[in-house]
């Protein structure tokens, strides 16, 4: 158990549907990433938040949003969704801003099918 | 810019040696590798952040050749539980400092059978 904690753990929905992600970080870790896992793009990286505000920014798609609250926890928006969309959102968190300070403790994703 | 893994499988017996590359077209600041089992989360194994370091993780280790922006994974003595896909990720280098993403290569999966 990595402490990190995602809901919902599978969602099932229909093309043109929004749905919301959400990671609770480890205890005292400050950043949260989003990546999405999918069979043929590997492992995406989306966005990461330190503290509350956006720090670092990857492949995310227009139609996707996030942020980070008060509390730390972190929401990942995705609307409009389309069949590409399909995968496995995951998220991560560490203790500092810069990822190479240490390492990042994985959640146990959540998978998203677009029907 | 996604790092490029080689090879993409690798099986092996309980025992033997394996080696994973990992190869970037960018200049990087360090370069991590993470293991993960089927139906798992990534799992961290270690970070490399200077040209030439060399870490170990039990019977695993790894090193990174800042010049030729290549890292490689050595698996030795390989026993059941190392089998799964090996993710390299690179954090690319801005002129001393981090751009500040980890990008994942497509992964390597190895299998160690009995």
């Known amino acids: 158990d990595s402490g990190v904690t995602q809901t919902p753990k599978h969602l099932i929905t229909a093309t043109g549907q929004r749905v919301t992600l959400r990671c609770s970080p480890r205890?005292?870790?400050?950043?949260v990433y989003w990546y999405q896992q999918s069979l043929d793009q590997g492992l995406q990286f989306l966005i990461q938040?330190?503290?509350?505000?956006?720090?670092a920014k990857g492949n995310i798609l227009e139609r996707f949003s996030a942020q980070q609250f008060p509390d730390l926890h972190s929401e990942l928006n995705l609307s409009s969704l389309e069949l590409g969309d399909s995968a496995l959102y995951f998220c991560?968190?560490?203790?500092?801003?810069?990822?190479?300070?240490?390492?990042?403790?994985f959640g146990e994703g959540s998978r998203l099918t677009v029907l | 810019q996604q790092p490029v893994q080689s090879p993409q499988a690798v099986i092996l017996r309980e025992g033997e040696d394996a080696v994973i590359n990992c190869s970037s077209s960018?200049?990087?600041?360090?370069v991590h590798w993470y293991r993960q089992k089927h139906g798992e989360a990534p799992v961290f194994l270690m970070i490399?952040?200077?040209?030439?370091e060399q870490k170990g993780h039990e019977k695993i280790s790894a090193s990174f050749n800042e010049k030729k922006q290549q890292s490689s994974l050595y698996l030795t003595a390989s026993q059941l539980s190392y089998s799964g896909t090996y993710f390299c990720?690179?954090?690319?280098?801005?002129?001393?400092?981090?751009?500040?993403?980890?990008?994942f290569g497509q992964g390597t999966i190895l299998t160690v059978h009995p």
């Open positions: 991560a968190s560490s203790l500092g801003q810069f990822v190479n300070t240490g390492e990042l403790f």
């Open positions: 490399l952040l200077k040209g030439g």
């Open positions: 990720g690179t954090e690319r280098n801005a002129g001393g400092t981090s751009y500040g993403k980890l990008t």
């Open positions: 938040y330190y503290n509350g505000e956006e720090r």
């Open positions: 205890s005292g870790d400050l950043s």
């Open positions: 960018k200049a990087l600041y360090s």
